[in-house]
Each structure stands twice: as C-alpha cells, then as structure tokens.
C-alpha cells in the first residue's frame, strides 16, 4: 500500500454520516482513490476491481481521530500535579516544564518521545501547541512531518503574567520572533501547518493580540487559544479587558473569533449564552477536553448544549492537563462526564451517546481540517485498523458493542494500521 493512493481495505467499518448517524458495515470494501474515500460498499463495484485489496479479516477500520488540542511540551508531566486546580497547575507544573524547551537537546529528547507516541496512537490529525521557542517549535515541526500526521503547530505567544522565565520580552519581540518562526518554516512540510497561538487573554497584552492579527491577517493563519475553562480564569479576564462583555468578546475585539479566520477555542466550560451564541455565528470550534476539564476542577462542558445549536465541536486530549493522548479515551471520558453535568448540574441536558462521542473525536473535529474523519465520498483517506481479538468476552456482539467496548478498553497495542490521507503510517 506505502506510495499507491489506490487501494482497498475489506473488514468491519463503522463511521460517522452526522452526529446522530453511526454507520456499520459488516464485511464490507473502503475504496481509497488518489488518497480520497470514494465509498464503503457491501460488494466490490467492477471500477475498483483492479485495486490492489487488504483483507483485514474480522478487524474493525474506522475513520483516523483527531485531536484538537494537545500541548506538546507538557507530554513530558502526563500524570503529575492532578491535585492542582488549573492556575496552580500552570504556575507549578507547565510553565517551569516549557521553560526547558530553551535547551534544543532537552527539547530534542522530549519532543521524540511526544512525536514517537502520536506515531503509533489512534490521532491522525492533531492541532498542538509548543512553547515560546522558536527553535525548538521548529524542531517539533521537523518530528511531526517525519510521523506523516497531518498537524498544526504553534509558536505560543505571551507577554505578561507569566514567569520571567517564560514571558516575552515584548509584543513587539513575541509578534517578531513569529514573523521569523513562519518564514523560517515556510515551505517546508508537506503534513505540518502553522496556527498562530496566542496562550490565552491573561498572558497576551492588547498590543500583542493587535500585532498578531497583524500576523495573522498577512500569512492567512488559523487561530487556538484557551477560553471560559475556569472559573478563576474568567474573573482574570473581565480584570484584564473590563470593556469586554465576555471572555470570548476580548479575542473578539482583536477580530481573532472565528468569522474569516479559522478558530479553536479549547474547553468552553463556562461559557455565557450570549459567547456561545457568538462562536456559533462565527463557526469557532469547540476543543472538548473532559478529562483535563475534571483533573483541573474546572467542571463539564455544556457540550450537549453545543451540539443542539449548532456549534462546532472536537475532543481534545489537553495533554498535560489531560493524561493520555488517546482521543478513544477522551471519547469515553465525554460520556462518562457529561452524565455527571446531566445528573449534577442540568438535567435538561441529556448525557452524550455513543455515537455522539464518537462523532465528536472524527467528524466533528475533523472539519477543522476540511473533509475529514468520515468514509463519505470525497473524504480525505485517514484510517485506523483495530483489532480487538484480545479484548475477550464470552457473549457474542454486535459491531457497534464491539466498537463501544473497544473506545472504553483499548490502547495502542490494538491498533494494527493507520493510513493518513491515502498514505500508510504503519
């Protein structure tokens, strides 16, 4: 399969139509023509004949996940400062830990291990955040395009209320070094994309979110930052920009919220009606990250509310925040807390299902990307192969439970194959 975009996998293929629609093909034939999926089908059609076919057997192929967001430099504390709500966390853990990147050999070891674990995880399509240091983020560009995932990276962008250690100079010096960081990288990559990064509002003075519009306006850039995850955050901002009528309004003032400029807001766990509102008007998307949501104290996104209104939403890892890059396991996780919104906090909000989760962690993040993570035709090609023989049960199951149980019990020892736009990772 490695260099030929024409190819069929035959096996048991579940994907998403929409949010409520999970559709599962027992047995059937994914058709990959010049790195696009031109159908699932029950039987071989003539056309196709002459593609060369994988029989995966009793395998299960599901659409590659996508996680959209995910902080590269924090892979290297994935378990520590749990205890810690997120203001501490950050001043504890994060920021002393990003500071290191500074070092190219420290950077170096952390960075391959991080690109070393998105290789063979479940993520196909990742947007990540690195740190302030402009060689060291185009070090992790330089391992990301060599896993043949297709990612965003971003320089971070912060000029005050953050450690000396990891603050910038100025807004004039943050919005430069990231001229250079995208010229210097311009051209390079086939599968890397840069995203403009601003931290979040506390750690961006107004000139520098004016200078990165700047940026953003001349290279055409997407947009990731942080919004409404806590509740200790949110009082900081309306401090910070007390003209703003919400938190999302501040980014919103910078024209950095969505409409023209492609925007991921991760958590949204707070957020007002009237901010909602707006990110539904302006099509920013929502980076559902549940476990970093609960590790944090933060709460549970209303994403149920989300998807009744027709806002954008993917699942997000937050790693650190969160503790495994799994996008299976953020899966469960937006199940598991939504039910806990529903039963604690609003019960007109009915728990997540499984094809819902499901959706969130492919199609619904995917988009970010174009069209991606579903088998419909004209989609880009990012498959997963999973076997699930060893995760044993004595009844026999449907696909979908197979499927259930394997987003709640697996791990990447399940996963036998990963295809990214047409071209086979392992």
């Known amino acids: 399969m490695a260099g030929d975009k024409n190819f069929v996998l035959k096996g048991n293929i579940c994907y998403s139509e929409d949010a409520k629609n999970l559709k599962l093909v027992e047995a059937g034939w994914l058709v990959c023509r010049e790195g696009l999926c031109a159908g699932v089908f ?35 504390f994935r378990g520590l400062g749990m205890d810690l709500e997120l203001l501490d966390w950050l001043n504890t853990n994060t920021f002393p830990e990003e500071s290191k990147y500074r070092d190219l050999e420290y950077a170096k070891s952390a960075y391959g291990i991080f690109a070393d674990s998105m290789r063979s995880s479940a993520t ?3 947007c990540i955040f690195a740190t302030i240091h402009n060689q060291a983020t185009e070090l992790l560009m330089d391992l990301m395009e060599e896993t043949g995932l297709k990612t965003m990276i971003g320089k971070v962008n912060m000029d005050r209320n953050s450690p000396e250690y990891l603050c910038e100079e100025s807004a004039e010096q943050s919005a430069a070094d990231t001229v250079k960081w995208l010229e210097d990288t311009a051209d390079q990559y086939e599968n890397v994309r840069p995203i403009l990064t601003p931290r979040f509002i506390p750690s961006c003075t107004d000139e520098l979110m004016r200078k990165l519009k700047e940026v953003q306006k001349k290279y055409d850039l997407p947009v990731q930052s942080h919004l409404s995850e806590n509740q200790g955050e949110i009082a900081w901002v309306q401090e910070l920009c007390p003209e703003s009528r919400f938190y999302g309004d501040a980014y919103d003032q910078f024209g950095l919220f969505g409409g023209d400029v492609k925007t991921i807001m991760a958590h949204c766990v707070s957020s007002t009606e009237e901010e909602i509102e707006l990110m539904r008007e302006r099509g920013v998307y929502v980076a559902h990250c549940p476990e970093s949501n609960t590790n944090l104290s933060s709460g549970v996104a209303p994403v149920r509310t989300y998807l009744d209104k027709g806002v954008n939403v993917g699942l997000g890892s937050d790693v650190a925040g969160g503790s495994k890059e799994s996008i299976f396991y ?18 007109s909000l009915k728990p997540l299902t499984v094809e819902e989760a499901f959706y969130l962690g492919t199609m619904g993040g995917g988009s970010f990307f174009g069209k991606v993570g579903s088998f419909l035709e004209g989609y880009e090609f990012d498959a997963l192969i999973l076997d699930d023989s060893d995760i044993r049960h004595p009844q026999p199951l449907s696909l979908k439970e197979r499927l259930e149980r394997f987003i709640y019990l697996s791990d990447e020892r399940h996963i036998k194959g990963k295809i990214v736009a047409g071209n086979r990772i392992f």
């Open 42 to 76: 029950e039987t071989l059609p003539e056309e196709f004949a002459s593609y060369p076919v994988t029989d995966c057997g009793d395998q299960i192929i599901t659409p590659g996940l996508v996680d959209l967001h995910v902080h590269a430099p924090q892979y290297a």
């Open 124 to 126: 196909t399509r990742a």
């Open 330 to 347: 953020a899966m469960a996780h937006a199940v598991q807390v939504s039910k806990l919104r529903w039963r604690l906090q609003d019960t």
